[in-house]
Nanobody, 125 residues
Framework: QVQLAESGGGSVQAGDSLRLSCVAS????????MGWFRQVPGKSREFVAS????????YYGSSVLGRFSISKDNTKNTVYLQLNNVKPEDAAIYYC??????????????????WGQGTQVTVSS
């Protein structure tokens, strides 16, 4: 059973940068696509970004395209989400998720079957 542990959240000001990390254990990390989602109270979980199992392809939600960057380090069992030029509307709990085995970068929620506990990002204007 895979376990995912996010870190790196915190309070930032609009325009700042932040890097989130997610360490995986209990799975063959290099074989799985990975993704990031976010959620605010009262709203459904929103797709942010995903990366293919080999780290070569990435896919982004339209609201973060050009500002966020996802990467995967298979030697460290870690997936990262770099947040640049953060906006107040980026404030949310960010969740790391495991995607399909040997999968590409996908935005389909139902293709992710394991989730971390989340890390909070707060943005002040």
């Amino acid at each position: 059973q895979v376990q995912l542990a996010e870190s790196g959240g915190g309070s930032v000001q609009a325009g700042d940068s932040l890097r989130l990390s997610c360490v995986a254990s209990g799975s063959t990390f290099s074989s799985y696509a990975m993704g990031w989602f976010r959620q605010v109270p009262g709203k459904s979980r929103e797709f942010v970004a995903s990366v293919s199992y080999n780290g070569k392809d990435a896919y982004y939600g339209s609201s973060v395209l050009g500002r966020f960057s996802i990467s995967k380090d298979n030697t460290k069992n870690t997936v990262y989400l770099q947040l640049n030029n953060v906006k107040p509307e980026d404030a949310a709990i960010y969740y790391c998720a495991q995607g399909p085995r040997l999968g590409g970068a996908t935005g389909r929620y139902n293709e992710f079957d394991a989730w971390g506990q989340g890390t909070q990002v707060t943005v002040s204007s």
